[in-house]
């Protein structure tokens, strides 16, 4: 596609019941990012994948949250049992290959918002 | 750890002033620093990017300084526009991640009244 898609564009749910976000990357890109913005702060880094190697899940706020890709294509980020602290905007990101210290522009979709009643 | 200061308090400037959004940065020296835009509803998107070798970079109407010393970035754009109104993000690499990951400063919002 022209750019990175997210769906759905807003989700809402009860707390306690977990819930699926999709991003769809720019095709060719290899690395694929996921944030969280909650209303008025800045956005938080959640997780990276790039190509085939193992995720940086170092910014994933707890276990409650997971991410998948497959290959370099379709990623899914998983929050479980969600919280009304869960309650943002889930941004997703692309960009080319990012590994090796170089410097490329992310590309970011329009977002999910997520709120948990 | 690494932090990013931007101003939180809008900027409100007239049509055809030129705007100056600040971001600090402490504990850390990064190669390089991007700037992004955000509108409401909407995804951040890349604007410029400035390596610590260089003290300035400019676009069109925008321009972007870097001082390693002061650890600080100046985002400037000139005859400003209704239409630049938004949220003005810094990015920093995010501290040991190779380069690999961005940190964001919360932002400032800009207001260009007519």
């Known amino acids: 596609g022209a750019g990175v898609s997210q769906s759905p564009s807003n989700k809402v749910t009860e707390k306690g019941k977990d819930v699926e976000l999709r991003c769809d990357p720019i095709?060719?890109?290899?690395?694929l990012y996921w944030y969280r913005q909650r209303l008025g702060q800045g956005l938080e880094f959640l997780i990276y994948?790039?190509?085939?190697?193992?995720?940086?899940k170092s910014g994933l706020p707890s276990d409650r949250f997971s991410a998948e890709r497959t290959g370099e294509s379709v990623s899914t980020l998983t929050i479980q049992r969600t919280q009304q602290e869960d309650s943002a905007v889930y941004l997703c990101a692309s960009s080319l290959d990012s590994s090796g210290g170089l410097t490329h522009t992310q590309y970011f979709g329009p977002g999910t918002r997520l709120t948990v009643l | 750890s690494q932090k990013i200061e931007q101003n939180s308090e809008a900027l409100n400037i007239q049509e055809g002033k030129t705007a100056t959004l600040t971001c600090n940065y402490t504990?850390?020296?990064?190669?390089?620093l991007q700037w992004y835009r955000q509108d409401p509803g909407r995804g951040p998107v890349f604007l410029l990017l400035?390596?610590?070798?260089?003290k300035e970079k400019r676009k069109e109407r925008l321009k972007v300084t870097f001082d390693t010393t002061l650890k600080q970035s100046l985002f400037h754009i000139t005859a400003s526009q209704p239409a630049d109104s938004a949220t003005y993000l810094c990015?920093?690499?995010?501290?040991?991640?190779?380069?690999?990951?961005?940190?964001f400063g919360k932002g400032t919002m800009l207001l260009v009244s007519p």
């Open positions: 990015a920093l690499p995010r501290l040991n991640s190779g380069y690999s990951t961005l940190t």
């Open positions: 400035i390596r610590e070798n260089e």
């Open positions: 095709s060719g890109h290899t690395a």
């Open positions: 504990n850390y020296s990064p190669a390089y």
């Open positions: 994948f790039q190509g085939n190697s193992a995720p940086d």
